[in-house]
């Protein structure tokens, strides 16, 4: 064995010979940025070697470093075999840094339903007289306390193998935890004494970037403790596809670990603040999209990622939380969310539910938007769905200056129309780092507002302004001077950012006009437009109505949903009833496969447009900018 | 059989005038009004449309020209005016159309000398003039504004603009009071785009004429025929942004492999034969100005037009 030790926090971890430091560190908890997934694709696994013996081809991967860099002892973990003993210095920007999470969803008052539920009783021991069998004694005195009917109840072998001890030790009081599950009731749990006060559930956000838990009291109907942290999966790949890559090329275990210990530390710091025990957890609901799905239940999610992408399962799923490693009560269950394809999972299903969509007669309009964004319209009657690539620009990536909402993202941005000085706002106040997707939203459609860009996004490069300038032919727009910048850089967007960025907001776009052409309806029958996600939390909504990036409807019909997954898993772990229903409304929507739509293409061209190439979709749009020009003259 | 042709179109094709005459304060001896359709053009038993304009297309460096033409046309082509003449008087084109190819000489500078080509022709020859200008960002300004300024008054049609680069030409157009070629890649959305573009700095719609692009016959020019069809039903259906006449220069054609590799003895018929194949087709889609570059394929089409006019009286249908 080898011991590597982890600067500058001193994490100590004991690694065979030829494990890579980026494994090694995995297993040392540190969070590394990995956007390729450890393959030596994307160079961001930069760590230094102050000591001892490793294996790094710094030929091969030399392209990622300047020579001093490499002088320093520079190389990419994923890619380094560790030989001896080492001392890995890992800088800040290799470690994945503090997120704006979103955690709070909409609030809702929730119809409170638990199917867990735990009866306090207290037995008469048997005698010669009446001998019964200690199950029957047990069933008969739950159905007593208001339980389910003693024939209905059906008790695993686990349970049964402790009842003899439990209810002599206890001198025959004790508490039993009854389950409603699919074939009916399951007795999950005897404890000595009354612990009927200590039944909690688990309500779990599943994401590929995040993992959220809130933990619910469900004898009071009370939230009584939130945590989240991120996927640990990330370490083995920013994005889906990087994961089941990685999946296929080192087997799917170590991705089905990190998934469950995410939910785990989530859990468990959660039952910390609220000063509860694991134990006493016997439910655990997760709403996550379709592969983290498949992937927190050891399914090989590998045929989901090739044409014709099916999924291996999409109904709800219930299974013991044990057999997939949660830290709950040994004999919890898990409840999985179900899915309509590979594309819209369990977690958009958390959203409709979350939104209410599926219960009204009105037409609702749900979008989520991420690197890859899904759409769903429709009411009770009827729903469509689809979902695409919206391409990393509104997440920051293929930006110049793009970033993630991290600290120091511009996230707010106005442009005075007469001097073109912006106005902005950073995440935590501190000197601007870069642009955040709403920060980007708020740019397109101030940059449009003062006449700066054309409707192709294209910079007017006759206007006489210091900030609008060329470099090396290619215009961009100065956000910020370098001095007035934490980076000592002028914070610029280009022409190219732009167009990334309506390349972006077009095959959003171009699917909610999809799905409505599908539906056979106009924008005017729609009467609320949902943005779940944490993207939709900080964005705004008359920009992102501005710049086209959704269907125009009054202002005030356009709701956040905000973590609309972890809200519809809250619902559903409090409601027996709702998950019933889960099933059907994910039967219900029907999947529209862009790819397969030759309008598609042809929507997403006059989509590329700001607003839009019809700018009758666009009515009161179209009246702001025409007033915007007017004044510029 | 007879067709119900009553497709119930409201919108009418905007119309532009290409031309000045004396009366209009220019020197042209005839001025066109192209477009003003109201259905498509050569259908029985519908309003007839007006014949499509024939433009001949002529440049000021023939070392970027097909050989086909400069074998054709010989020494003339080494006299951007004598050419222009032949166009007018021998030719008998409707249109001439003006290829600035001089400056695509690499470090082209000699802006002075594109005025002196623009007012030499507008001398040589009385008709109407399509000017095709730089196509380099960094001296398009320069060459528009110099072609506009010589050829104030005369209303001419200045190509070409993109959605990339229109700032420059709109600029001249606007102030020398000239229409544009507005060229978009097969495409109606980005048809209309561009037209909103221009709009949007102030062109005005009856000073835009749509350039679909147009693909050689064999070489894509379904596509440029399909977007055509779309373009122009979307304007009969009353989109005003698309509502404009089309000009159609199927250029590729010379140079295609079958007529490039052609016979020597028969290349002319072939490049004809291709390019009448190519403008017949883009005149049934809508084209109000059909562009060539082969002298005889003028009159092969004018025969054709003449030929598939139509008379607006429901009397002539059997």
């Given amino acids: 064995m080898r011991t590597v030790t982890f600067l500058p ?15 090694a560190a995995q297993r040392a908890g540190l969070n590394m940025n990995v956007v390729c997934g450890g393959q030596g694709k994307c160079g961001k696994c930069v760590v230094y070697i102050q000591s001892g013996k490793t294996e790094f081809d710094a030929q091969k991967y030399g392209r990622f470093f300047t020579a001093e860099e490499l002088s320093k002892g520079a ?105 409603l599950v699919p074939g009916g009731y399951r007795c999950i749990d005897l404890q000595e004494n009354d612990t009927s006060g200590r039944v909690y559930g688990a309500a779990v956000d599943l994401g590929s970037t995040t993992v959220v838990v809130y933990l619910w009291d469900l004898v009071s109907g009370k939230v ?28 799917l275990t170590r991705l089905q670990t990190l998934a469950t210990e995410s939910i785990n530390s989530a859990i468990t710091s959660a039952c910390n603040t609220a000063g509860i025990d694991r134990d006493d957890i016997y439910e655990v609901v997760v709403a996550g999209n379709t592969v983290m799905t498949h992937m927190l239940l050891g399914i090989d999610p590998a045929y989901m990622i090739a044409e014709p992408y099916v999924p291996v399962v999409r109904r709800a799923l219930s299974v013991a939380a044990s057999r997939i490693g949660i830290a709950c009560n040994p004999n919890g269950g898990l409840f999985a969310f179900p899915a309509v394809s590979d594309f819209i999972g369990g977690d958009i299903i958390a959203d409709i539910l ?78 601007p780092r870069g642009i955040c997707g709403s920060g980007l939203i708020d ?32 215009p961009e727009f100065v956000i910020a001077w370098a001095k007035e910048t934490d980076i000592n850089k002028d914070i610029v967007i280009t022409e190219n950012d732009i167009k990334n960025l309506i390349m972006s907001k077009a095959s959003i776009h171009a699917a909610c006009v999809t799905l409505m052409k599908e539906a056979g309806i106009s924008r005017h029958e729609i009467s609320t437009i949902y943005f779940a996600g944490a993207f939709g939390n900080y964005l705004d909504k008359k920009n992102a109505t501005t710049i086209g990036l959704i269907p125009e409807i009054e202002i005030n019909q356009i709701h956040n949903l905000g973590n609309g997954a972890v809200v519809g898993a809250n619902i559903a772990l409090v409601n027996r009833r ?49 007033t915007c020009r007017l004044r510029k003259g | 059989m007879t067709h119900d042709l009553s497709f119930g179109w409201t919108g009418t094709i905007g119309e532009v005038t290409l031309g000045a005459t004396r009366d209009d304060g220019g020197t042209r001896s005839t001025s066109y009004r192209i477009g ?72 082209f500078s000699d802006i002075a ?113 399909s977007a055509m069809e779309r373009i122009r039903f979307s304007a009969l259906k009353g989109d005003t942004d698309l509502a404009m006449p089309m000009i159609c220069s199927a250029a590729d054609t010379l140079t295609i492999k079958e007529v490039r590799e052609a016979d020597p003895a028969s290349i002319d018929d072939v490049a004809v034969a291709w390019e009448f194949y190519t403008g017949v087709a883009a005149a049934v889609a809508g084209a109000e100005i059909i562009c060539v570059r082969h002298p005889k394929t003028i009159g092969l089409l004018r025969e054709a037009f003449a030929g598939m006019k139509t008379s607006s009286t429901a009397a002539e249908v059997p």
Avoid at chain 1, 145 to 167: D, N, T
Avoid at chain 1, 226 to 235: F, L, M, R, W
Avoid at chain 2, 92 to 99: E, I, T, W
């Fill in chain 1, 9 to 23: 926090s001193y994490r100590k971890i004991e690694v065979v010979r030829g494990t890579t430091i980026l494994d």
């Fill in chain 1, 75 to 179: 190389c990419l973990a994923c890619e380094t075999l560790v030989q001896g003993d080492l001392q890995v210095m890992v800088p800040e920007s290799t470690l994945i840094q503090e997120q704006k999470i979103l955690i709070e969803g909409e609030d809702n008052p929730i119809d409170f339903r638990p199917s867990v539920k735990k009866y306090f009783v207290e037995l008469h021991p048997p005698t010669l007289g009446d001998p019964s069998p200690d199950l029957s004694r047990l069933l008969w005195g739950i159905q007593k306390s208001g339980g389910p009917e003693a024939e209905k109840m059906y008790v695993p072998l686990e349970v049964l193998r402790e009842i003899p001890s439990i209810l002599r030790h206890s001198d025959w009081k004790v508490t039993a935890t009854i389950g």
């Fill in chain 1, 224 to 251: 009584v403790g939130v945590a989240s942290n991120y996927n640990k999966q990330i370490s083995c790949g920013e994005d889906i596809l990087a994961r089941v890559n990685y999946a296929r090329k080192n087997g």
């Fill in chain 1, 354 to 431: 979350a939104c209410g969509m599926a219960e009204r007669d009105e037409i609702s309009l749900l979008i989520d938007i991420g690197t890859n964004f899904e759409v769903v319209l429709g009411n009770k009657e009827w729903m469509f769905s689809c979902a695409g690539a919206a391409g990393p620009a509104l997440e920051g990536g293929e930006v110049l200056f793009g970033m993630r909402a991290n600290p120091g993202a511009i996230e707010k941005i106005t442009i005075d129309a007469g001097t073109l000085n912006p106005k902005f706002t950073t995440i935590n106040n501190i000197k």
């Fill in chain 1, 443 to 474: 740019l397109l459609a101030e940059l449009l507002e003062t006449c700066v860009i054309d409707r192709t996004g294209r910079i007017n490069t006759e206007i006489d302004n210091p900030r609008i300038r060329k470099i090396n032919h290619f």
């Fill in chain 1, 578 to 626: 709702v998950r019933k229903q889960l099933d059907e409304i994910a039967h219900k929507i029907g999947y529209i496969e862009l790819n397969a739509e030759n309008a598609f293409m042809d929507e997403y061209t006059s989509s590329s447009f700001l607003p839009h190439t019809d700018l009758t979709l666009f009515p009161e749009v179209q009246k702001m900018l025409e």
């Fill in chain 2, 36 to 107: 003003g359709g109201t259905t498509l053009p050569f259908l029985k038993n519908a309003p007839a449309s007006p014949t499509p304009l024939i433009a001949f297309e002529i440049c000021d460096n023939p070392d970027f020209w097909s050989p086909i033409i400069r074998n054709y046309c010989g020494d003339l082509v080494n006299s951007t005016t004598d050419w222009a003449k032949a166009a007018t008087s021998d030719y008998q084109a409707d249109l001439v159309k003006l290829h600035l190819t001089s400056t695509k000489v690499r470090n």
């Fill in chain 2, 113 to 225: 000398s594109v005025q002196k080509t623009v007012e030499a022709v507008l001398s040589a020859t009385s008709l109407p003039l399509i000017i095709e200008g730089s196509n380099e960002p960094k001296i398009d300004s320069e060459v528009f504004l110099k072609c506009g300024e010589a050829g104030e008054g005369e209303r001419l049609l200045l190509g070409t603009a993109e959605a990339g680069r229109y700032r420059s030409i709109a600029a001249a157009a606007l102030a020398y009071n000239h229409s544009i070629i507005a060229q978009s890649p097969i495409d109606i959305n980005l048809a209309k785009q561009l037209n909103i573009l221009l709009r949007e700095i102030g062109v005005q719609r009856d000073h835009i004429v749509i350039d679909p692009y147009t693909g050689s016959l064999g070489y894509g020019f379904e596509y440029s025929y």
